[in-house]
């Protein structure tokens, strides 16, 4: 069983909608979430974080994070075209340092006009 | 604040030779992680330095290595280069102070796009 895994995509909405991403982990010492978007060709652009059960906003973005159910997702709301990109969830390693991320595959996000 | 840096942004090898990546962290920022980024295997952790010294290491065989100087700039080194090292290296680095708090977030370089003939 992968650390990480998502949604594999990819996932397509109209401008304006709200594009929901998907995560599960399978250590459930996981104490820290992490969201990434990689916009193509780039390198990934941090968005989010979360550490504590419930919901994160931070702007059009939402983070939720369910520990006992092992999933954290994230919403855009208003997606937009320049949200398209690949959205990377990341999880560290437990009992390590944040500096040793577990990525998931990725979700590819199209928002179309 | 600049942000991290990465030399060169890209590299043609051939197999068997080896290579040097370098990354300059975040001003401040004592940490740095390498990852290899490829269409197969996705993001996949390297090794993390902090004050020269080895943190952590993904399971890589020994033809990957690394080292951080007393600046926080690290390189990276590949030996015997294979084909399957063809890949977009990224290095992320993060002030490393309090490394289990989620305030310790990673912020990556533009990587370097190595590809192995």
């Known amino acids: 069983q992968k650390e990480v895994e998502q949604n594999s995509g990819p996932l397509s909405v109209p401008e304006g909608a709200i594009a929901s991403l998907n995560c599960t982990y399978s250590?459930?010492?996981?104490?820290?979430f992490f969201w990434y978007r990689q916009y193509s060709g780039k390198s990934p652009e941090l968005i989010m974080f979360?550490?504590?059960?419930g919901d994160k906003e931070d702007g059009r973005f939402t983070a939720q994070l369910n520990k006992a159910s092992q999933y954290v997702s994230l919403l855009i709301r208003d997606s937009q075209p320049s949200d398209s990109a690949t959205y990377l969830c990341a999880v560290p390693k437990v009992g390590s340092t944040l500096g040793r991320l577990y990525f998931g595959r990725g979700t590819q996000l199209t928002v179309w006009p | 604040k600049a942000g991290v840096t990465q030399t060169p942004r890209y590299l043609i090898k051939t197999r068997g030779q080896q290579v040097t990546l370098s990354c300059s962290p975040i001003s401040g920022h004592r940490s740095v992680s390498w990852y290899q980024q490829t269409p197969g295997q996705g993001l996949q952790f390297l090794f993390e330095?902090?004050?020269?010294?080895?943190?952590n290491k993904g399971n890589f065989p020994g033809r990957f290595s690394g080292r951080q100087f007393s600046n926080s700039r690290s390189e990276m080194n590949v030996s015997t280069l294979e084909l399957g090292d063809s890949a977009l290296y990224l290095c992320?680095?993060?002030?490393?102070?309090?490394?289990?708090?989620?305030?310790?977030?990673?912020?990556f370089g533009p990587g370097t796009r190595l590809t192995v003939l």
């Open positions: 992320a680095s993060s002030p490393g102070l309090a490394p289990h708090s989620s305030t310790d977030t990673q912020y």
């Open positions: 330095y902090f004050s020269e010294t080895q943190r």
């Open positions: 250590d459930r010492g996981s104490q820290s």
């Open positions: 979360i550490y504590s059960n």
